[in-house]
Every structure is written in C-alpha cells, then in structure tokens.
C-alpha cells in the first residue's frame, strides 16, 4: 500500500504530505467497491427470496439493504416482473407491481419475525429443558 500510494503521489507530482489525502480516496473507494460487492451479492439472493430459501439472517440482512439501496429494489421489481408475468401468462392473471411486490416483501418481513420469536421460543425451551435437568440430577444426588 505505501508503495502503491508513493507510486500516485509520484505520478500525480505530489509532496509527501498528500499521503493521508491518497489514503484517504483510496479507502473510500474500496469502501465504494464492498458496497457495490454487497450489492452484487443481494442481487444474487434475490431468486433465494422468491424460493423462501433465505435463512433468518440472510433474510434480515436482504431486507435491511432493499429499504437502503435504490438499486438493489430496481432489480428486485425487474425479476418479480419476470417471475409473475411467466407463472401469470398461463393463468391470464393481472400483475400490479405497485401493489403485488410491496405485499409480499410485507408478508416475508412478517415470516421472519414469526421465525424468529418461534427460535427465540426455542431457545427458551432449551434452557428450561437444561435447568430441569440438572434438578433432577441434584435431587437424584442427595
């Protein structure tokens, strides 16, 4: 990296006190590159959200960034677009977009928060199963 920011500052003709400003862009574009990453990594879990294939925190995750990335939402319309006019060409059916989407990213935010109190519940059931049975063990010990 100091190489890499000596090399600009070489080519650029600047002093040696450019360094933190060179740091400085360089570091923003790799944080412009993790977001485009991020990105390109939610637009591959867009078919995984159709399917209902999504984990709890992948599902968080994708639904934290469509409600941030203008981008990400676009594409997320274009392949519901696709989806529904391919199964609805069959049935004859309308595909309102303004409405359908909404709904169902709705209908997924509300089945993740039924998953998770439901592994929450769990959780609790575990801890309880856990505690009887270490009374039991202490009473069967006395």
Same mark, same amino acid.
């Given at each position: 990296?100091?190489?890499?920011?000596?090399?600009? /500052?070489?080519?650029?003709?600047? @002093?040696?006190?450019?360094?933190?400003?060179?740091?400085? /862009?360089?570091? #923003? &574009? @790799?944080? =412009?590159?993790?977001?485009?990453?991020?990105?390109?990594?939610? @637009?591959? +879990?867009?078919? $995984?959200?159709? *399917?209902?294939?999504? *984990?709890? !925190?992948? =599902?968080?995750?994708?639904?934290?960034?469509?409600?941030?990335?203008? #981008?990400?939402?676009?594409?997320?319309?274009?392949?519901? =677009? &696709?989806?529904? &006019?391919?199964?609805?060409?069959? $049935?004859?059916?309308? &595909?309102?977009?303004? %409405? *359908?989407?909404?709904?169902?990213?709705?209908?997924?935010?509300?089945?993740?928060?039924? %998953? !998770?109190?439901?592994?929450? $519940?769990?959780?609790?059931?575990?801890?309880?199963?856990?505690?009887?049975?270490?009374? #039991?063990?202490?009473?069967? +010990? +006395?």
């Amino acid at each position: 990296m100091v190489k890499y920011i000596a090399h600009i /500052r070489q080519k650029q003709g600047l @002093s040696p006190a450019a360094d933190s400003q060179i740091n400085t /862009r360089i570091r #923003t &574009v @790799s944080a =412009l590159e993790d977001l485009y990453m991020t990105c390109k990594e939610i @637009s591959g +879990m867009i078919p $995984a959200f159709f *399917d209902d294939t999504l *984990d709890n !925190e992948s =599902l968080r995750v994708f639904l934290n960034h469509l409600d941030r990335c203008k #981008t990400c939402r676009e594409e997320l319309e274009i392949q519901y =677009l &696709v989806i529904r &006019v391919f199964n609805h060409m069959d $049935a004859g059916g309308e &595909v309102n977009l303004s %409405r *359908d989407l909404p709904a169902y990213i709705e209908q997924e935010r509300r089945l993740l928060l039924k %998953r !998770e109190r439901l592994a929450a $519940a769990a959780g609790m059931m575990e801890i309880a199963a856990v505690i009887t049975f270490v009374i #039991t063990c202490i009473i069967f +010990m +006395m």
